[in-house]
């Protein structure tokens, strides 16, 4: 049986190769001309070591100079002699131009356009060929905004085995992209992204996890939602979604959806505004109960502004929580790329 291999380079540029059965993660990627670091090939000089996101794998042959036991008890392995037993996640030592890659570019056409609110809006594209993208729950891509000489980063609110892809965008007046689609963008505009990116992506669900939202910082989490709908899931995974308006809460019914499906995902909605009607007023750190955080036995996947990574670190700190696990996006609220 085929598995797909996301290698993941140090730049945040993703791709992915398909590795046949007895084939290691090194002949599949040169066979889709990725050089990723390699040398002896042979198990001996430790060149292509690399890190095991997730996965199951047949570590091969090779020698204690190269990999250490220790190092593969942590989930490192020789991307020249581990073989795939599943699909897997492996962070490349080294950048995608030095690995003579890229993110691809990819061709799409609007199929719609919804204004969730006055701040937020969602878009969706169906892609000429949708077997040529993969990505990972939790990344992004950089879209170029029809009719304006610059791109914006958005992170796909959709899991990665749906047939179109969706975004979400908060409106900034002004902004290019939300200019666009508030006045001009119809179905059937041609759209280029480039991408998928980010190190910011669903690993497998082992402990509890807790995941943070800020406003449209929601998206990536929508996508490793659906994700789990699809795989099912067997621990607790709590959300907490602040908005800083009342009219910034969008996709509420969707999360509703998913706790319906999933009896193990709880979720909570918070406004940061005093003036909001809302009845859980502040931000997302006064929702976090110590259920949430499990002394530590928990992985937290956070994306919001700048501002509410800063707030939520200093807050697990001053618990003198630290998660097992703490994966962050921070993002630009105007979607700058
Ligand atoms: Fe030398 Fe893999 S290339 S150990």
Same mark, same amino acid.
């Given at each position: 049986m085929n598995h797909q291999v996301a290698l993941s380079f140090e730049d945040g540029i993703t791709r992915f190769v398909t590795c046949a059965p007895h084939e290691t993660v090194a002949d599949a990627s040169y066979k889709a001309r990725i050089n990723i670091p390699l040398d002896c =090939? $042979?198990? @001996? &000089?430790?060149? &292509?070591k690399s890190f095991c996101e997730s996965g199951d794998y047949d570590g091969g042959d090779y020698i204690e100079d190269a990999l250490t036991d220790e190092e593969a008890e942590r989930g490192y392995l020789l991307a020249c002699q581990a073989m795939p037993r599943s699909d897997m996640i492996v962070q490349i030592a080294g950048t995608s131009e030095a690995a003579k890659t890229g993110a691809a570019t990819h061709q799409a056409t609007v199929t719609d356009v919804v204004l969730h609110s006055d701040s937020t809006i969602g878009f969706t594209l169906e892609l !000429? !060929? =949708? !077997?040529a993208l993969s990505f990972l729950p939790g990344q992004y891509v950089n879209v170029a905004v029809p009719g304006a000489d610059c791109s914006r980063s958005y992170s796909f609110s959709?899991?990665? $085995?749906?047939?179109q892809v969706s975004f979400l965008v908060r409106y900034t007046e002004g902004g290019a992209m939300s200019e666009y689609l508030k006045t001009r963008a119809r179905a059937g505009d041609r759209v280029e992204f480039t991408g998928p990116m980010g190190g910011f992506f669903l690993r497998e669900i082992n402990r509890r996890a807790l995941l943070l939202a800020g406003g449209t910082g929601l998206a990536p989490l929508l996508a490793m939602l659906e994700k789990l709908r699809e795989t099912g899931l067997e621990h607790p995974v709590h959300l907490v979604y602040g908005v800083t @308006? !009342?009219? $910034?809460?969008? %996709?509420v019914q969707r999360l509703q959806d998913y706790a319906e499906a999933l009896p193990q995902f709880t979720f909570e909605t918070c406004v @940061? %505004? %005093? /003036? /909001? %009607?809302?009845p859980n007023k502040g931000y997302v750190t006064k929702f976090v109960g110590p259920e949430h955080l499990a002394d530590g036995d928990v992985d937290v996947y956070l994306c919001g502004p700048p501002p509410m990574v800063e707030a939520v670190r200093s807050d697990l700190a001053g618990r003198g929580v630290t998660p097992a696990h703490f994966h962050y996006e921070k993002f630009n609220p105007a979607g700058a790329a």
């Open positions: =090939r $042979d198990g @001996a &000089c430790g060149t &292509c !000429d !060929d =949708r !077997d959709n899991g990665p $085995d749906d047939k @308006a !009342d009219q $910034d809460l969008v %996709e @940061a %505004e %005093e /003036s /909001s %009607e809302h």
